[in-house]
């Protein structure tokens, strides 16, 4: 099964200002979620963003934020406590005819608009926020694709420990070249020599 960047959106967790310091490979974590937002951009994948505790941990990082449509604040590790699932998954289409047509449990339920079901998400850190919130997404049944090498924590040990967990919860585990070069399928994609220059 490969992601389709018609099926997909791409959610960055807490790529902060106050918190990349500390993460181990900070800098390449963040190259890489810089990457995936732009090859998001350009492949017509909604980018969402998180950042914990804004207040003491800063804002995510201004190459990051500025690709995002929103940016969720919030306090719980997880950003689904917060909503983050209403914002994935799109109102329902509002029911046709009058209330005379049918009892309302004879009706049909509402099929969502343009479902993109595929959530592609990095971040940190990939043992708390990260993990949190994949595992509520995966309950809501969510598809989830965790971008390994965009995700970070202050040590490997608990970067690898949430990886093991979210491989047996049923998420996929990716790079993030191989999330760009799924999401184009073809080197005759129009966006190709432009993603092929990021990853070089």
Not at 11 to 19: A, T
Not at 102 to 129: F, S, W
């Amino acid at each position: 099964m490969l992601l389709d960047a018609s099926e997909s959106q791409l959610v960055l967790v807490d790529y902060q200002e106050r918190l990349m310091p500390a993460i181990q490979g900070g800098a390449e974590v963040l190259a890489n979620a810089r990457k995936l937002a732009a090859g998001a951009q350009w492949l017509d994948v909604p980018v969402w963003g998180t950042e914990q505790n804004p207040s003491r941990l800063g804002p995510n990082d201004a190459a990051v934020r500025a690709v995002c449509r929103k940016t969720l604040a919030k306090m719980h590790f997880s950003a689904v406590e917060e909503g983050l699932a209403e914002w994935l998954r799109p109102p329902a289409k509002p029911q046709g005819g009058n209330a005379r047509s049918l009892p309302r449990h004879l009706q049909k339920p509402a099929q969502p608009q343009n479902e993109r079901g595929a959530i592609v998400i990095a971040g940190c850190e990939a043992h708390v926020c990260l993990l949190q919130t994949a595992l509520d997404l995966l309950e809501d049944e969510f598809e989830v694709w965790v971008v390994t090498d965009a995700c970070g924590s202050r040590t490997e040990r608990n970067r690898d420990a949430a990886f093991d967990r979210l491989a047996g919860a049923g998420a996929e585990l990716v790079t993030t070249e191989m999330v760009l070069f799924e999401w184009m399928r073809s080197c005759e994609h129009p966006a190709f020599k432009d993603v092929l220059a990021l990853v070089k």
